[in-house]
């Protein structure tokens, strides 16, 4: 098995480029998570050499309080992972904390990163914003984006899938790797390459109430929630303001509901929902139920894989995927140490090659 990934990696690494890309275990992972990342990352393992992993450092830098959910999310992350379609036989899945190097990395960045370039983080400023009930003052959470870009340099990644709204992390982590190539070479030549945005579709997804799906605003439809849950939570949902009565006529283009027929109804349930809406031929619970049905077949397979799956091997190929990053991981920093003359090779070596 392992004599196998590795000459799969051989010939991968001849041909395929590299992506890489995680997410903060905050839970379960809900709709938005699926729809506007996990789903593109599967699709991503037949074209790409993949790595993706669970951010559980970057969790504390806005749970350091209160570590407590940090280990038991990880667990329902990787489940959801692996009950999405994310495979180990084709992509390293593995845990930031697994894999020391991420720290190193981030400390040696750390050095040269200017403070005005975090602070000017659009995310910066709107987090310690909204999430007002934590203290977000800490050298931890303004530093993330360096821990972020450590993440990634540290796989020398080729791309970076991210939606719209998050390249700007990506071009943060650009302008880090370029300083430090700046400072730094290994004979010559650039040690951290820049990766690339890679520009995944992320469908507009409305969570209950109608504003943006996010587990902060707790308007969340899991992946992992049983149909009765999914049905329920969608019966709830906010529509068109303007049908207050069942004879009322609406518009599905005003609908968070329609929003959600866009992404998960056939061609032939979008008309009927655009024809019974509009003339008030149906009523919202009918068309909830319609959407409801989309939804849940997009569900079904993923929740079949999560009912076959056990904690005990999700936490097996975490390990195995972690250990297998930190190697990949190493080589990278063996660089980098040489680059910036962190070694005591280097030092031993100087005199004898004057
Ligand atoms: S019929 Fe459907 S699309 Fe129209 S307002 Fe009701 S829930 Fe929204």
């Given at each position: 098995?392992?004599?196998?990934?590795?000459?799969?990696?051989?010939?991968?690494?001849?041909?395929?480029?590299r992506?890489?890309?995680?997410?903060?275990?905050?839970?379960?992972?809900?709709?938005?998570?699926?729809?506007g990342?996990?789903?593109?990352?599967?699709?991503?393992?037949?074209?790409?050499?993949?790595?993706?992993?669970?951010?559980?450092?970057?969790?504390?830098?806005?749970?350091?309080?209160?570590?407590?959910?940090?280990?038991?999310?990880?667990?329902e992350v990787?489940?959801?992972?692996?009950?999405?379609?994310?495979?180990?036989?084709?992509?390293?899945?593995?845990?930031?904390?697994?894999?020391?190097?991420?720290?190193?990395?981030?400390?040696?960045?750390?050095?040269?990163?200017?403070?005005?370039?975090?602070?000017?983080?659009?995310?910066?400023?709107?987090?310690?914003?909204?999430?007002?009930?934590?203290?977000?003052?800490?050298?931890?959470?303004?530093?993330?984006?360096?821990?972020?870009?450590?993440?990634?340099?540290?796989?020398?990644?080729d791309?970076?899938?991210?939606?719209?709204?998050?390249?700007?992390?990506?071009?943060?982590?650009?302008?880090?790797?370029?300083?430090?190539?700046?400072?730094?070479?290994?004979?010559?030549?650039?040690?951290?390459?820049?990766?690339?945005?890679?520009?995944?579709?992320?469908?507009?997804?409305?969570?209950?109430?109608?504003?943006?799906?996010?587990?902060?605003?707790?308007?969340?439809?899991?992946?992992?929630?049983?149909?009765?849950?999914?049905?329920?939570?969608?019966?709830?949902?906010?529509?068109?303001?303007?049908?207050?009565?069942?004879?009322?006529?609406?518009?599905?283009?005003?609908?968070?509901?329609?929003?959600?027929?866009?992404?998960?109804?056939?061609?032939?349930?979008?008309?009927?929902?655009?024809?019974?809406?509009?003339?008030?031929?149906?009523?919202?619970?009918?068309?909830?139920?319609?959407?409801?049905?989309?939804?849940?077949?997009?569900?079904?397979?993923?929740?079949?894989?999560?009912?076959?799956l056990?904690?005990?091997?999700?936490?097996?190929?975490?390990?195995?995927?972690?250990?297998?990053?930190?190697?990949r991981?190493?080589?990278?920093?063996?660089?980098?140490?040489?680059?910036?003359?962190?070694?005591?090779?280097?030092?031993?070596?100087?005199?004898?090659?004057?």
């Open positions: 098995m392992g004599s196998k990934r590795a000459m799969a990696e051989t010939q991968d690494l001849k041909t395929r480029p992506v890489l890309s995680g997410m903060r275990p905050t839970g379960k992972l809900h709709l938005g998570n699926y729809m990342a996990l789903k593109n990352w599967v699709e991503l393992q037949d074209k790409y050499e993949c790595y993706f992993f669970i951010a559980d450092w970057h969790a504390l830098t806005t749970d350091y309080a209160d570590p407590s959910q940090i280990a038991p999310n990880t667990l990787m489940l959801d992972y692996l009950a999405a379609g994310l495979d180990p036989a084709r992509s390293v899945l593995f845990l930031q904390s697994r894999v020391l190097q991420h720290a190193e990395l981030a400390l040696l960045l750390g050095m040269s990163t200017p403070l005005g370039w975090l602070e000017r983080v659009p995310s910066y400023k709107e987090m310690q914003e909204n999430l007002t009930n934590r203290d977000l003052t800490t050298y931890g959470f303004l530093g993330y984006p360096v821990l972020m870009a450590a993440d990634i340099l540290l796989y020398q990644a791309f970076v899938p991210v939606g719209q709204d998050q390249q700007a992390h990506v071009e943060l982590t650009r302008e880090v790797a370029r300083r430090f190539n700046s400072f730094y070479r290994l004979n010559g030549r650039e040690v951290l390459p820049e990766p690339k945005v890679l520009l995944t579709p992320s469908p507009k997804l409305p969570g209950t109430d109608g504003r943006k799906m996010s587990k902060s605003y707790g308007n969340t439809i899991l992946i992992s929630d049983p149909e009765p849950v999914v049905r329920q939570k969608l019966k709830t949902m906010v529509t068109d303001p303007a049908r207050i009565r069942r004879t009322d006529k609406g518009d599905p283009d005003k609908c968070p509901v329609g929003d959600l027929h866009k992404v998960f109804s056939t061609q032939e349930t979008m008309a009927k929902v655009y024809e019974g809406c509009r003339s008030a031929g149906i009523g919202c619970i009918e068309c909830k139920g319609w959407a409801s049905d989309g939804l849940l077949k997009v569900l079904a397979p993923i929740q079949e894989r999560r009912a076959n056990t904690e005990a091997k999700a936490t097996e190929i975490l390990e195995e995927g972690s250990r297998h990053a930190a190697v991981a190493e080589q990278t920093m063996v660089k980098v140490r040489d680059a910036m003359q962190m070694t005591l090779t280097t030092v031993a070596a100087a005199p004898a090659m004057r």
